[in-house]
């Protein structure tokens, strides 16, 4: 059985431009949820989905969008970066929603310049 | 809006001592989880919680949930180096999406 695995491992971007991460969610989940972790912080929801629907979302603005494909991978896209945005992107997969338990991948650590 | 306030923020100790982490909250929460998370990986669920009341064990840490669901605690019998990391609890928030506290840094010393 795969793990949550992420794309890249980290990034370096500079103030205003784009970025597209990537998560192939574990064997079997057709789950996907998105956490932004600042440093020292705890993770705070941006949004998931569930068999390629949007499924609820956090307080993040439209730019933090996101995309869910026939395979159950994820792409988490964020447009004009802030310096705010800098931090650890999580994934989390499952089967079948919130109420189902969450295994979260690595993390993409993203850092605006 | 519901939150949850974890303390300490950071905890240092020597290997062999205990210790007690704290996670509140003025909103109810339907379950509460505890994850632990090392450097340069995502959390790891340590235990779900969803009986008020209810107390549960794995190996050296016992979890406690609140009586009314707003608070859980971490004790943590005999620490040693390899409970090093960062504590965070969660609660199932009104609209199912996980929220999680804090945070608690605990750095165990040989």
């Known amino acids: 059985e795969t793990g949550v695995t992420q794309s890249p491992t980290h990034l370096i971007k500079t103030r205003g431009q784009q970025v597209t991460l990537r998560c192939s969610s574990q064997s079997g989940h057709n789950t996907v949820s998105w956490y932004q972790q600042a440093l020292g912080q705890g993770p705070q929801f941006i949004f998931q989905?569930?068999?390629?629907?949007?499924?609820g979302r956090g307080n993040f603005p439209p730019r933090f969008s996101g995309l869910q494909f026939p395979n159950y991978s994820s792409e988490l896209n964020v447009n004009a970066l802030e310096l705010d945005d800098s931090a650890l992107y999580l994934c989390a997969s499952s089967d079948g929603g919130y109420q189902e338990t969450q295994y979260f991948g690595p993390g993409t650590r993203l850092l605006v310049l | 809006t519901q939150l949850l306030e974890q303390s300490p923020q950071f905890l240092s100790i020597q290997e062999g001592e205990n210790l007690t982490v704290y996670c509140n909250s003025s909103?109810?929460?339907?379950?509460l989880q505890w994850y632990r998370q090392e450097p340069g990986e995502g959390p790891v669920l340590l235990v779900t919680v969803v009986t008020g009341g209810e107390v549960k064990k794995l190996k050296r840490l016992t979890f406690q949930f609140g009586d009314a669901r707003k608070d859980s605690s971490l004790h943590i019998t005999a620490a040693q180096p390899g409970d090093t990391g960062l504590y965070l609890c969660a609660g199932e928030s009104i609209t199912d999406k996980l929220i999680f506290g804090t945070g608690t840094r605990l750095q165990v010393f040989p």
């Open positions: 909103s109810v929460f339907s379950s």
């Open positions: 989905y569930y068999r390629e629907e949007e499924n």
